[in-house]
């Protein structure tokens, strides 16, 4: 199966994309393409890897479902794009980060530069349908990025992984926190924020730190 997804991922992911769980969801998302108004833009579908090729992978944050309102999901976990309303997750992670290493509020919820420098933006699922959360879910996109993460942990070393929630935690089972550094909090949803779960994380500080001391590049956030 010819999946529009960068080389460097493509040799490691192939054996993923001609399992039969695989080939049921390509089904399944091209009748919802075909049927349904669905986010992102197929062209977006995994712009998380197109962005942060697998050599350059070394922090990888977790979301969970694509936004499934207009204009806003770009292939990339928590970002907009440019000119779209900054979502209050996205908003209280800006305001963590603003705290965290003292810089202005971003001008945009687009987080394409963060994936430009090696940051995979990955959800659990990569599509959804318009205005229905988690419509996609359970189809086998899970599967498959589980086994992202997996080939990153075994195949990498000295990586950032933020778990950010409870669920994105559970999918962090598979990380090996010997090789890697595995930073874990609440939610940066409203709700989880503001029950104390969230603020006061530091984690864009502790991964510029490990970053720093394993030799490598800290991320201009």
Not at 102 to 117: C, E, M, R, T
Request: hydrophobic content about 35%; overall charge negative; some cysteine.
């Amino acid at each position: 199966m010819n999946v529009q997804i960068d080389e460097s991922w493509k040799e490691y992911l192939q054996p993923e994309f001609e399992k039969p769980y695989f080939e049921s969801l390509v089904q399944f998302i091209k009748q919802e393409y075909q049927q349904f108004k669905c986010f992102p833009k197929g062209s977006q579908i995994f712009n998380a890897f197109n962005h942060c090729s697998f050599d350059e992978t070394k922090v990888v944050i977790l979301g969970q479902d694509p936004y499934h309102g207009a204009g806003q999901a770009n292939g990339l976990c928590f970002s907009v794009n440019d000119g779209i309303a900054i979502p209050p997750s996205l908003d209280n992670i800006f305001k963590e980060l603003t705290n965290d290493i003292k810089i202005d509020y971003p001008s945009s919820g687009n987080l394409s530069s963060w994936a430009d420098q090696g940051v995979l933006l990955l959800n659990a699922t990569l599509t959804v349908r318009a205005h229905q959360a988690g419509s996609h879910q359970g189809k086998g996109w899970e599967l498959f990025t589980d086994k992202v993460i997996e080939m990153i942990s075994i195949e990498k070393e000295h990586v950032v992984f933020m778990l950010w929630g409870g669920y994105a935690k559970k999918k962090g089972a598979v990380i090996n926190p010997e090789k890697h550094l595995v930073l874990t909090s609440g939610h940066p949803s409203p709700l989880s924020a503001n029950r104390g779960y969230w603020f006061g994380n530091a984690h864009f500080s502790k991964a510029n730190e490990y970053l720093v001391a394993h030799d490598k590049k800290p991320v201009a956030w």
